[in-house]
DNA sequence: GTTCCGCATGAATCGATAG
DNA sequence: ACTATCGATTCATGCGGAA
């Protein structure tokens, strides 16, 4: 299967423009955070945060699938030793702009950044919410099933003692049969808690977050040769793993240095540069119906 | 070190008025979640929870210590396929009330059971909101330290081969005494992810948490002869956790089963029995000074 | 070629100091 | 008073060089 990628440069706000509507199958994101990267990203005063991001996960409700999905990695800030509300805000202004807030994914962070402070311990966890266009959407839940390690042996034994009779007596009924069948499993769904180290030494890009992050989304959301987003590449992490997974990816990135990085580690053949379009050429059917597969 | 329980029957808005301002150094407690446990607490609907709680809220911040702290457990329910935002709209009211969110830390499942569910997974963490009443609060980091990781053997090995050696040399200066403090360390700070096991074994309530829970907190934020208040006690586990470990406990409970319960539970000599009380005796100065250790 | 060990480095946070 | 910058604090991880 051929896979392609479509590279934007310039503000996402701006770029998400030339996506087509009802186009996108997967969102995966980490949006600067509130006040953080100043020196790359300029940075946005927690106070501000959910106005500067509003028309853009409005810009994003467009472009999704009705039965696609967004996922959007974030962590408020803490300030003036008190967390920032600015997360909580957002999730509530995303409903008014109809987006449903399925789920919210924990990112336990192996190793979280040291530091001794008088009123708070590290930073271990960030949030992986999930936000949907349609309550109908499409999640391929067998993909990232694990194998089943401490839970098989500390919960089974456990339930050998007092199910297993139940399961042995009332033979049929919903319960015992579920008993029954992890028994024989060997491997189990996981939860909603995701434990990754965070990728911190690779000197070439310092990723944002590691690669099983978005690996581990696109597949639960995605099949092979839908389309994945990311409106805030960054080093590319999601682009890279969408392709080697034979996703179409596009990617949009505000920073010519990244863009550029990126670019070049890219595939020729499955390339598609796309420069800011002088006014005359704004619309691009061709490229864009050959990428979604039509 | 004498400690002592006050029970109190009834509704918690309007038992928590029978104590004192600024008394409390410790709140611990989870509230029945929305529209859960209906046979035994009738459940509050979705809609009208941050309604209700926020009464309570208000009581509890006139209740604790300006030095004080209030861990919540909580966490939002599914309502038509989507996480409802309760806990939001929760924590932004309470702080237009006053409290400072201070932290949010997550309650990680160890043994969540498995579950599967077309649309999501099993949910395997919970909040445990941190609010505070003023920035200066008492937090005793050092009785919650964790053992460190296995690198810290092959640290401790390699500084006694290297290091020592300049510590011998440098005897008395700055350098030689940091190296002390590494060759003595063996615990390092916890984070803010807590990762436990659920409580499987109590049958009498439906949704305790476990000891280990409501003691990490008590370790960590309060010291001996110290007020610990649960207006959910349930089953009373921060309760009794509080007098093992020495605190002064106050406990409230609507259900005059629990109640009962825990009362019968409790060793004699530390009891207050704190029944409703009728309008002519609204106020017991006495006793409670004598639990405040004044 | 394995295993072991040293080392730099993270979406951090606080409090003090400086403009 | 209010904002901006800086040093100190701290620990899991994986790379790269050494045994």
Same mark, same amino acid.
């Given at each position: ?52 991001? !509003?028309?853009? =996960? ?6 999704? %699938?009705?039965?696609?999905? #967004?996922?959007? &990695? *974030? ?83 456990? !339930?050998?003692? =007092? ?6 007596? %009332?033979?049929?009924?919903? #319960?015992?049969? &579920? *008993? ?115």
């Amino acid at each position: 299967m051929e896979v392609h990628t479509e590279l934007f440069l310039g503000d996402c706000k701006v770029q998400l423009q030339n996506i087509p509507s009802n186009s996108v199958d997967l969102i995966v994101t980490s949006p600067p955070y509130a006040d953080q990267r100043k020196n790359t990203y300029g940075g946005i005063h927690p106070d501000n945060y959910v106005e500067w991001f !509003l028309p853009i =996960t409005e810009e994003l409700l467009r472009v999704l %699938k009705s039965t696609g999905t #967004f996922i959007l &990695n *974030i962590k408020e800030k803490v300030v003036e030793s008190e967390r920032s509300t600015y997360v909580l805000e957002l999730i509530l202004e995303m409903r008014k702009q109809g987006w449903f807030w399925t789920e919210e994914f924990i990112w336990h962070k192996k190793n979280s950044y040291p530091g001794k402070w008088p009123n708070r311990f590290r930073d271990s966890w960030e949030r992986l919410l999930q936000f949907n266009k349609d309550k109908r959407f499409h999640m391929y839940q067998q993909e990232v099933m694990v194998p089943m390690g401490e839970w098989a042996k500390t919960r089974l034994k456990n !339930l050998s003692s =007092t199910d297993k009779i139940r399961d042995e007596s %009332k033979v049929g009924s919903g #319960f015992g049969k &579920n *008993i029954s069948n992890w028994l024989t499993r060997d491997k189990a769904y996981p939860t909603n808690v995701l434990h990754l180290a965070t990728e911190c030494n690779n000197k070439n890009h310092s990723a944002a977050f590691p690669e099983e992050l978005p690996e581990w989304f696109i597949k639960l959301f995605t099949k092979e040769g839908d389309i994945v987003l990311d409106p805030f590449m960054g080093s590319g992490t999601t682009i890279f793993v969408g392709n080697r997974m034979k996703r179409n990816t596009i990617g949009i990135e505000i920073l010519p240095e990244y863009y550029k990085m990126v670019k070049q580690q890219l595939p020729t053949t499955s390339l598609y540069l796309l420069e800011p379009l002088t006014e005359y050429e704004k619309t691009r059917p061709k490229r864009r119906s050959k990428i979604r597969g039509n």
